[in-house]
């Protein structure tokens, strides 16, 4: 098997959508990876909008660390895996960049997830976050959601999910 | 159609090690991706040196959280560099780039960091030697059931 | 604000588009309130740090830029 494969691609259309989910997720890879290019409907502050990432369609044992510029650099926690993507009264025509990547997601210990996210917007305030999350369950991944926290993503949002093999 | 990103090498640990090496690395890729995930604490920082050499030509910038507050630090003249922290189970990535030119110092860029764990962390580090890399040991409190892979990424 | 979710089967590459149920809707709307909640406290201690920090420097005859000197 090739070691970097596109398992599954989506685009979102023009009704908009709350969220993307990847389900039925083999378990033939090592690591997953994630390129999540997203704009969101919200438009009540032009710096980001605020998204979190779920496993199995499981709500709880998250929890993260982060990095984050959102009117200066500081650090924080969070009990989702928390992102940033732009809003729509951000700079027209701008998608915010995001990579996840989660390693041994079929194993059977705590899951380790890293999320790098930034959006931009010429103007004063663009938000960033570098997030190293847990999901504390010890099930494999078999289905991968990113839910916008407000106004839902918007038409040419698209996710993109690979599969990494290690052998 | 060309191989692009390609496995050279996996370990995954059946008992505590102190270090870890990948040796007699190919020289015919581009860039060397290196992927760790460990299942608990691998103590706070990873370490990294490239082809056996624990000389003072090491030097790397950090950016770290620790959930309540944003610092950087420099670390010059080391005999190893940050390569990504580790304590928890955590994902730890790097990218080095252009390993076996024989021109220029090698250079690379890390992720690392817990959600369980005390903090997270990007890194760049600098190597001050022009030798292309055939080696690499990563070094930290590597517990039972670590993986570590070594990627080649080809430009063409 | 979209009451749609996009599914795409991995097995299968179909993808789906699919109304929202009622327990997602609600929990859209307390996700919301939370981050607005917590971002608020956030900027509330963040301005009583900055007064606290004027009040010290005030006490001390100091400007911000002094006081940076004094800490480099």
């Known amino acids: 098997m090739a070691t970097y494969v596109e398992i599954a691609s989506v685009t979102v259309g023009s009704g908009g959508s709350a969220y993307v989910e990847f389900t039925s997720i083999p378990n033939t890879y090592t690591d997953l990876l994630v390129k999540f290019s997203a704009r969101s409907a919200r438009t009540n502050d032009a710096g980001g909008s605020d998204g979190k990432l779920e496993f199995n369609g499981v709500t709880t044992g998250y929890s993260s660390r982060m990095l984050l510029q959102q009117g200066g650099a500081y650090s924080g926690t969070s009990s989702t895996l928390f992102y940033f993507v732009n809003s729509n009264n951000s700079t027209s025509n701008t998608f915010g960049n995001m990579e996840v990547y989660i390693p041994n997601y079929a194993g059977s210990g705590y899951k380790s997830v890293s999320i790098d996210a930034v959006d931009e917007n010429n103007a004063s305030s663009a938000y960033g976050v570098l997030t190293a999350g847990l999901w504390s369950n010890t099930a494999a991944i078999t289905s991968l959601r990113l839910t916008d926290n407000n106004g839902g993503y918007m038409q040419y949002t698209t996710a993109y999910l690979y599969g990494i093999k290690k052998d | ?156 | 604000m979209a009451d749609t979710k996009i599914v795409v089967d991995c097995s299968t590459g179909e993808v789906q588009e699919l109304e929202l149920t009622a327990e997602e809707v609600a929990q859209r709307v307390a996700d919301a309130q939370a981050y607005a909640a917590a971002k608020a406290q956030e900027e509330e201690e963040a301005v009583a740090k900055a007064e606290a920090k004027q009040a010290v420097l005030d006490r001390l005859g100091l400007s911000a830029e002094e006081a940076a000197l004094l800490l480099g």
């Open chain 2, 1 to 156: 159609m060309a191989v692009t990103y390609e496995a050279i090498a996996t370990q995954t640990l059946g008992s505590t090690a102190s270090s870890v090496t990948f040796s007699s690395i190919p020289q015919t890729y581009t860039d060397v991706v290196y992927s760790i995930m460990t299942p608990t604490s691998a103590g706070t920082n990873t370490t990294i040196q490239f082809n056996g050499d624990s000389t003072t030509i090491y030097s790397h910038t950090q950016l770290y959280g620790d959930g309540s507050s944003a610092n950087s630090l420099r670390g010059t003249d080391q005999s190893a560099s940050l390569a990504g922290v580790s304590n928890g189970t955590a994902s730890i990535r790097g990218n080095i780039m252009n390993y076996s030119n024989s021109t220029t110092y090698k250079t690379y860029l890390a992720r690392g960091g817990a959600g369980g764990g005390t903090y997270l962390d990007a890194v760049v580090g600098l190597w001050r030697n022009t030798a292309a890399i055939t080696s690499i040991t990563f070094l930290a409190s590597w517990p039972v059931g670590t993986v570590l892979t070594i990627y080649g990424i080809k430009a063409a």
